[in-house]
């Protein structure tokens, strides 16, 4: 591999490593870029989960050094995401791609209305917001997890969306425990395309170098603005997420 490709495989990581730490969706930058070079999209999904587990290790550490993550709260979620992540990455290769993702691009544009309609629910702390009844709470992160372990891309929206609107805690927070969550599922998501060769590790480690870079700026860079202009950051990913989703990109280009 040519040194300009290698820096430009770290380049991509490093910018969908802060998208994925600040809002979510890096892994449509992602996993383009690997099918680009070749690899086959099953095993672009699979090359594109070490980035992911390098990159969450990095942003867990950081938002704990700042002490911004709640590891019970995130450990009570994360493990029925971590469960539905097994069964996504198990089942979910049987479904309709195509429709999908589409799909996925429809709940993204509602989402961001939600936001927009209702920016101070994004940006305030559970003070004052009911949270949804426990066990709603484990079946939300039941099926977030199975959308995770079948593509990852844009599972940090819907995270968030649990987190903030489920469960009461405020954006920055919820960053934080969005990345710990992620982190506990992806090893497990990753034994199964490992078990099935699904994984191009050289061109995974170097994609996991400009993630990690990533994660690191991401997470300082959430703590220090705050939940308000973290909010502005995920509107924007949102909704160029959404447009990129349903093929709006491809009609205008």
């Known amino acids: 591999m040519e040194w300009p490709v290698i820096l430009a495989v770290i380049g991509v990581g490093i910018i969908a490593g802060f998208i994925n730490t600040v809002a979510g969706s890096g892994s449509l930058l992602t996993l383009p870029l690997l099918m680009f070079l070749g690899l086959p999209a099953n095993v672009a999904n699979g090359t594109n989960r070490i980035g992911i587990l390098l990159h969450n290790i990095v942003g867990v550490a950081t938002f704990r050094q700042h002490k911004v993550l709640d590891f019970k709260e995130g450990l009570r979620i994360g493990i029925p995401a971590t469960v539905g992540s097994l069964v996504g990455a198990q089942v979910a290769i049987n479904l309709n791609e195509a429709i999908m993702t589409k799909t996925i691009g429809g709940l ?9 309609l209702n920016p101070d629910r994004w940006i305030k702390s559970r003070e004052g917001h009911e949270p949804l009844r426990r066990w709603l709470q484990i079946i939300i992160f039941f099926v977030i997890g199975i959308y995770g372990g079948f593509i990852q891309a844009g599972v940090g929206f819907f995270l968030l969306t649990g987190l903030v609107l ?20 992806t090893p497990f998501a990753l034994l199964v395309f490992i078990y099935n060769r699904q994984v191009d590790y050289k061109l995974g480690l170097i994609l996991a170098a400009g993630n990690m870079i990533g994660a690191f700026l991401g997470a300082k860079y959430a703590v220090r603005v705050g939940a308000r202009a973290v909010s502005y950051f995920v509107l924007v990913a949102l909704a160029l997420s959404a447009l990129q989703l349903l093929g709006v990109f491809e009609l205008i280009f």
């Open 108 to 116: 993204l544009v509602i989402m961001f209305f939600i936001i927009v």
């Open 166 to 185: 489920g469960v009461g805690i405020d954006l920055v927070k919820a960053n934080a425990i969005k990345v710990f969550i992620v982190l506990l599922y």
